[in-house]
């Protein structure tokens, strides 16, 4: 053997040494990508979830603050209900001094009308018996009259004998008349004055009644007033119970705003920390998704180069079929780019209706499910609208939605949008292929961990979607 046999012999172990040995590094370099991808989706929702900590902190400090208010307006309303009770206590025991005089005035005035009623009585019986007396009078008045006649008939007799007892005669039965008239008088005053009486007897009689009513009626006023007063001193107890306890209330709020204070500086600079975080492992997996790229790129024959180059080959014949389709008529450019997402009513999660959704459910299973069924490492490989609309998903991710939305979010994936960071790049990228890690959501807090693989689909020169696939590292 010559020199330049071995030569040669050498060089090619050796390039065979160093492909194997970069197919290693890629298989390494994609697991760690897969890793990476994994710590950066767990970094992100540790990084939301304190996101939303935090502002759960300030919403609850805001809380805090506006009970910290109300307690102070809570505080400065018992002071001064405090107060308006106090006078209102003052007050009312003014009154009550003021109804207990009145109530001893009425009483004065009741006894007072009760001796006049007992005098008038006293006064009508005096003036019965002057009406007593004055009959008597009268009786006698009459009686002198008569005997005054029978004088002066017998003075007429006596004749001149008998005229001085004749003036004498005529002079008592002027009296006895002068007597019958006086008594009629006094009779007549005495009645007049007895009716008097008797109706200032049953006037006072009826004062009296009242007056005894307006007296028990004052001392049940009064007896009210001292309930009200004991009432409104009791409200005024119990009104400086509430302020000192919202004193004291103030005081622990005030501690629980400073905790409150503490942690949510905590919590913010914890989430400004895994904010940071977040930023430096999603620019490692960058750099670990484009080493990858580059040595997917390189040529040498890794494990990932078979997908790859079914993807990129299957994402031309899409586009070959949907430019032929259109050339035959069965669809419109206008109709494959429509970009109109018309929601299924009463499907959780969303799905959605486009112009060509019919048209691909009818043409890509034939190419898509195939390639899926070929190689166990494939999940899923399926034609991607740029917009992050998934039209037509292969068999298993393709269900009828149930009522569960976890299960939907996992078996029933087609006719969707998504808008994750794989999806926003695959949509974005124009290059041949675009090799990425991907953290795929499958509802339920489930997540697959797998690389992604795409390749853009151009209809007529306008850039369409990609046709995609999501594969487990080997």
């Not at 107890?237 to 209330?249: D, K, L, P």
């Not at 953290?439 to 209809?459: W, Y």
């Not at 007529?460 to 080997?474: D, E, L, N, T, V």
């Amino acid at each position: 053997m010559s020199v330049v046999q071995v030569a040669v012999l050498d060089t090619s172990s050796n390039r065979t040494l160093a492909e194997r040995l970069v197919d290693q590094l890629a298989d390494r370099i994609g697991g760690l990508g897969v890793e990476l991808a994994d710590i950066a989706g767990n970094v992100q929702e540790v990084a939301n979830r304190v996101a939303s900590q935090s502002e759960r902190f300030h919403h609850l400090q805001e809380t805090a603050e506006t009970m910290v208010s109300a307690n102070h307006d809570i505080a400065n309303a018992s002071q001064a209900v405090q107060s308006t009770a106090s006078a209102a206590v003052g007050q009312i025991a003014e009154s009550r001094h003021a109804v207990e005089t009145a109530v001893s005035h009425i009483a004065e005035l009741v006894a007072a009308v009760g001796r006049i009623e007992a005098r008038l009585a006293a006064v009508g019986s005096a003036l019965s018996q002057v009406a007593k007396v004055s009959g008597s009078i009268e009786a006698i008045a009459k009686q002198t009259n008569l005997l005054a006649l029978n004088a002066t008939i017998e003075a007429a007799r006596a004749g001149t004998a008998g005229r001085g007892f004749a003036v004498v005669a005529s002079e008592v039965k002027s009296l006895a008349e002068a007597t019958r008239q006086a008594t009629h008088q006094i009779s007549d005053t005495v009645r007049d004055l007895d009716g008097q009486i008797g109706s200032l007897i049953g006037e006072s009689s009826d004062a009296s009644l009242r007056a005894k009513s307006a007296g028990e009626g004052a001392q049940q006023i009064s007896g009210i007033i001292m309930r009200v007063q004991e009432g409104f001193s009791s409200v005024g107890a119990e009104i400086g119970s509430v302020a000192r306890a919202a004193t004291s209330n103030l005081g622990h709020c005030d501690t629980v705003i400073a905790e409150l204070n503490e942690l949510a500086k905590g919590v913010d600079l914890s989430s400004r920390d895994l904010r940071n975080a977040d930023a430096r492992v999603a620019k490692l997996l960058e750099t670990s998704e484009n080493l990858i790229a580059l040595i997917a790129d390189s040529g040498v024959e890794t494990s990932d180069a078979p997908l790859i180059r079914v993807v990129v080959d299957t994402a031309k014949q899409i586009s070959d079929v949907f430019e032929t389709a259109i050339a035959r008529g069965e669809i419109t450019i206008e109709q494959l780019m429509d970009e109109n997402y018309r929601e299924i009513a009463g499907t959780d999660p969303k799905q959605y209706l486009t112009d060509y959704v019919a048209f691909t459910d009818r043409v890509l299973p034939a190419i898509q499910d195939p390639i899926q069924r070929s190689d166990p490492r494939i999940v899923f490989c399926v034609a991607w609208a740029k917009g992050g609309y998934l039209p037509t998903h292969n068999p298993n991710y393709r269900h009828p939605q149930g009522p569960d939305p976890v299960w939907n979010n996992a078996n029933c994936r087609n006719r969707r949008l998504f808008n994750d960071r794989a999806v926003k790049q695959v949509a974005a990228n124009t290059k041949p292929f675009l090799l990425q890690t991907y953290r795929r959501d499958m509802g339920g807090g489930n997540f697959v961990l797998m690389k992604d693989v795409s390749s853009p689909i151009v209809v007529r020169g306008r850039h369409w979607g990609a046709f995609r696939m999501g594969f487990r590292q080997s």
